[in-house]
């Protein structure tokens, strides 16, 4: 079965950096993109980004261009989100998800089952 | 910015039907997508390019496309199906946009 696998959750105080990961199986990590969504207390989905984990490149939503950084592992199948300096609104729920594409469309499946990350003084 | 925009809630009796929609102007242009949210756990795909059923999904679940406006149907709602449910699609300024989510209750 393809599965994300995502790290632990996470309590910061703002200020503090943080990295965490997203493991893929049970499929070649190398040939898919990888997305990160975010979703703050009781509301919706917002891309992020993606990432090509065999070359590393790296596309930003323009809401989160200089906010986090995309890295990518491929040599133990593992992407990451990070940040340098967290904030108090940096509180929500981080997703990973494989993104599958072919000609028509690009969609999300599976996802990762979600890293809580908090951050408060 | 682009935005794809969705009833905030649905409400349906058990074995009733329940129809979400999704509107965005580059919809026609654009496969969309739908995830299933239950509560404390990730998103699902349900159906993806408009109409696909992914294997494992029940069949109650279709989805179709006119225009603008794309439609996530469940059919003899079950219990269940109780979730939060987003359409995904793409616009020329990034390729993924989510809608704004609607809740689906289950009476």
């Known amino acids: 079965e393809v599965q994300l696998v995502q790290s632990g959750a996470e309590v910061k105080k703002p200020g503090e950096s943080l990295k965490i990961s997203c493991k893929g199986s049970e499929y070649k990590f190398i040939d898919y993109w990888i997305a990160w969504v975010r979703q703050m207390p009781g509301k919706g989905l917002e891309w992020m980004g993606i990432?090509?984990?065999?070359?590393?490149?790296?596309r930003y939503s323009p809401s989160f261009q200089g906010q986090v950084t995309m890295s990518a592992d491929k040599s133990i199948s593992t992407a990451y989100l990070q940040w340098s300096s967290l904030k108090a609104s940096d509180t929500a729920m981080y997703y990973c998800?494989?993104?599958?594409?072919?000609?028509?469309?690009?969609?999300?499946?599976?996802w990762g089952q979600g890293t809580l990350v908090t951050v408060s003084s | 910015s682009y935005e794809l925009i969705q009833p905030p809630s649905v409400s349906v009796s058990p074995g009733q039907t329940a129809r979400i929609t999704c509107f965005g102007d580059?919809?026609?242009?654009?496969?969309t997508h739908w995830y299933q949210q239950k509560p404390g756990q990730a998103p699902v795909v349900v159906i993806y390019k408009d109409t696909e059923r992914p294997s494992g999904i029940p069949e109650r679940f279709s989805g179709s496309s006119s225009g603008t406006t794309v439609t996530l149907t469940i059919s003899g709602v079950q219990a269940e199906d109780e979730a939060d449910y987003f359409c995904?699609?793409?616009?020329?300024?990034?390729?993924?946009?989510f809608g704004t989510g609607t809740k689906v209750t289950v009476l």
């Open positions: 998800a494989r993104i599958v594409a072919d000609s028509e469309g690009n969609w999300f499946d599976p």
């Open positions: 580059a919809l026609p242009k654009q496969y």
């Open positions: 995904q699609s793409s616009d020329s300024n990034g390729p993924y946009v």
């Open positions: 990432i090509y984990p065999a070359d590393s490149d790296t």
